[in-house]
T-cell receptor
């Protein structure tokens, strides 16, 4: 199957700083990427849908000014958590759909963010 | 919005069969996924159904009834490594976004 990578896999930062997470599709072009957040013992919550070359569509309750998403190319989307606080500590996972519009969504390995 | 329900936890015995149910309410339905997720890892794809009926793939099978808003994942010949969370997810709407249920934590016991 197709491969999606995320970087970093784990990050610890101080409260008030910003953190950027990268999501890359390694062997296919991803027209659409999705960003999810998962708190311990909970399911994945969709934060936003990112389409290449256009503004991301945020889910209700997700602050677009706090979670900045950029999908500048068909292989890269970034999520920046601005002015991070301890309550932003979570597992952030991206997924991607190919340009061919296949059924499967390919998930990255996730990024564990801990805000002190 | 979408409403996806599945049991929180299930326990089954090694070698047995277990069925995990999922019900959903949505508009613009365009497919249902099942994913497996081990603790601390990203989900891995198991199956996809968009038409009514049963899809079989090795030890795993998935069933869909669109009229009833119902799906199940059937796991046969359970192995200890099948202990994981199983996530039901529905794709719908204009953006074709995939929304996940709360997941079912399956524990396989000897």
């Amino acid at each position: 199957g197709a491969v999606v990578s995320q970087h970093p896999s784990r990050v610890i930062c101080k409260s008030g700083t910003s953190v950027k997470i990268e999501c890359r599709s390694l062997d296919f072009q991803a027209t659409t990427m999705f960003w999810y957040r998962q708190f311990p013992k909970q399911s994945l919550m969709l934060m936003a849908t990112s389409n290449e070359g256009s503004k991301a569509t945020y889910e209700q309750g997700v602050e677009k000014d706090k979670f900045l998403i950029n999908h500048a190319s068909l292989t890269l989307s970034t999520l920046t958590v601005t002015s991070a606080h301890p309550e932003d500590s979570s597992f952030y996972i991206c997924s991607a759909r190919g340009a061919s519009g296949g059924n499967e969504q390919f998930f990255g390995p996730g990024t564990r963010l801990t805000v002190l | 919005g979408q409403n996806i329900d599945q049991p929180t936890e299930m326990t089954a015995t090694e070698g047995a069969i277990v069925q995990i149910n999922c019900t959903y309410q949505t508009s613009g339905f365009n497919g249902l996924f099942w994913y497996q997720q081990h603790a601390g890892e990203a989900p891995t794809f198991l199956s996809y159904n968009v038409l009514d009926g049963l899809e079989e793939k090795g030890r795993f099978s998935s069933f869909l009834s669109r009229s009833k808003g119902y799906s199940y994942l059937l796991l046969k010949e359970l192995q200890m490594k099948d202990s994981a969370s199983y996530l039901c997810a529905v794709r719908a709407g204009g953006y074709q976004k995939v929304t996940f249920g709360t997941g079912t934590k399956l524990q396989v016991i000897p």
